[in-house]
């Protein structure tokens, strides 16, 4: 039986979609046991009426509540009895306890994964992977994301290495071709950590870097993974999704706007769910934190059941991978400078 | 009458881009007069059989030809013959030679601007400001999306400046709405330099700033100049650009896919092409270069007749609009540590 804790608060839909999210899990998974943290009253009546397997279902009592002002540092100091603090020690302490998935605070995530939980021996600096579809049909994990705003060259190539065996491992994708975010293609672009990473990246032999990729090529289906400080990471990823959300928008406010177009739409009506269904981020779990001693994935703020069932698959798979103890071994074979 | 000069090699479509977009400019108004730099013999055969006004067009000499594995540096020290360095050396030395505007190599441009031609007083780093359209038709400059990718604090309020007098004044925007490219909304997100940046932006009377922006609100219409280094302004900029040629091929793909949803798309197609012009760069001029002595415009190296053409009526409105000298009257307001 894998253990998981669900963080049933911090996210636009708490505590109902974490719940639903984790009763469907439950239902498609028997080897699944969830702990869900949180306020034990509203959790009690969330609950009530539903149907699922008591035996695999627990609360974790947690009756803090965290602001939406307050800072991580301070979450991580003050709020230990917070649904997300108390799912984070729990997970810490108790050997059974496989993994955790939160919706809430990004920022107080990483500080609690750095301060309370701790990281996998090696490496220096967990980081985020979130995955996007590309329009080939496949996949693209982005790492980091935003756990790091500054790196060194040796932060850059630990999430080279973490980002290759996760999708390797969790996704089934043979050798994943790794590409390094930078402003063109030739190996002397960018700063200085650009240009480093690139000669570490060559040197690196359990990674299959293909060069440096222009973030117009993202969604090519040409990489697999794609290495970058957390904060243009952040930008490639969010401006990705942006664009597509407002791009869909218009598309719609268009065709709304003449019976002409909107009676084409209605003979595309099944593309047009399928294109939204490809371009809905809830369908593709959530971001993970490579690196920490045990399995976190973070789901958006907006994640309705479907997202959060979808994490805690996630995180059921980046465990029973084993994926922990293979970052561990991979980055244990290089010198760790900072 | 205002001199502008025309590098006619170096982009995809050379010479008969740059010299379709000038003679086209030329026709439309009748205040330019342009020198298009390059191989005599080419250009005189590509003008061959064309009408144009003669008196009011001249080619400038210039036989060397830029490699595209050649270095920056390489090319403004060796390259003096070349149509760019010619063309820009020409800028710096005739009064009455009002601006450039050059399809090729962004490095060589770059570092040309800044070895050969110099900048406008008080300005410590020049810095791309392309503009794109958002979702409610108005439009948005990016600055910088590409000169400098590691900046300061004090770089960045000089952007949002430059970049605030050329919204006004090219595009008559009144008081545009500035935003700092960060990983979130708050005041204390992203590293020290966007901490310390988003204090001294409050403390700019000459600039309107309002706060933070996450990536994926670019288009949404609610800010006029994104203020960004050199590195995440490229990946904002080409990632927008990136996302939503992948969108729209993948609808082409669809559609094409079945004779059901291209009936649907002939009922749609005033749509689809006032869509694809909307999405199409090539209408929205090109990159221009802020805080050089004299204008600069980059155009995509895929910039066809067209894009040439707006670049040539940018770079004539930002000499009229007499740019240059507000942008040094605002920043000698400013105390200029670097």
Do not use: W
Not at 55 to 63: F, M, T, V
Not at 223 to 243: H, I, M, P, Q
Not at 316 to 323: A, V
Request: hydrophobic letters at 40%; glycine letters at 8%.
């Amino acid at each position: 039986m894998t253990k998981i804790i669900v963080d049933c608060f911090g996210g636009d839909h708490s505590p109902q979609a974490p719940v639903q999210g984790a009763l469907d899990a439950l239902a498609q998974n028997p080897d699944l046991y969830i702990l869900l943290s949180g306020d034990r009253a509203l959790l009690e009546k969330e609950l009530e009426g539903k149907n699922y397997d008591a035996s695999r279902l627990e609360i974790l009592h947690a009756p803090e509540v965290i602001g939406c002002e307050e800072k991580p540092t301070d979450v991580v100091r003050l709020k230990r009895n917070s649904s997300m603090m108390k799912a984070m020690i729990l997970l810490r302490d108790s050997d059974d306890v496989a993994a955790m998935v939160s919706t809430g605070s990004t920022g107080a995530l990483v500080t609690g994964a750095l301060v309370r939980l701790g990281r996998i021996p090696g490496v220096i600096r967990p980081a985020f992977c979130p995955i996007l579809p590309t329009m080939d049909g496949g996949l693209v994990g982005i790492c980091d994301s935003g756990a790091n705003v500054e790196v060194t060259p040796a932060h850059l190539r630990q999430f080279a290495i973490m980002a290759s065996l996760y999708l390797e491992n969790v996704y089934g994708v043979k050798q994943p071709r790794v590409a390094l975010l930078n402003v063109g293609k030739e190996p002397e672009k960018g700063d200085e950590i650009r240009q480093e990473t690139y000669q570490l990246l060559c040197q690196t032999p359990c990674v299959h870097f293909v060069g440096n990729m222009e973030s117009r090529d993202l969604l090519s289906g040409r990489y697999d993974v794609v290495v970058a400080d957390g904060f243009s990471g952040n930008v490639l990823v969010k401006t990705t999704e942006g664009t597509a959300l407002e791009l869909l928008k218009k598309l719609k406010k268009e065709i709304y706007g003449s019976p002409l177009y909107k009676l084409g739409a209605l003979l595309q009506k099944p593309m047009f769910k399928q294109l939204k269904e490809f371009m809905n981020y809830q369908n593709y779990g959530g971001s993970v934190l490579l690196g920490t001693s045990k399995v976190i994935v973070k789901g958006h703020g907006s994640s309705k059941a479907v997202a959060v069932q979808k994490c805690i698959e996630q995180a059921y798979r980046m465990h029973i991978s084993h994926l922990s103890s293979q970052i561990e071994t991979e980055i244990a074979k290089y010198e760790h400078y900072v």
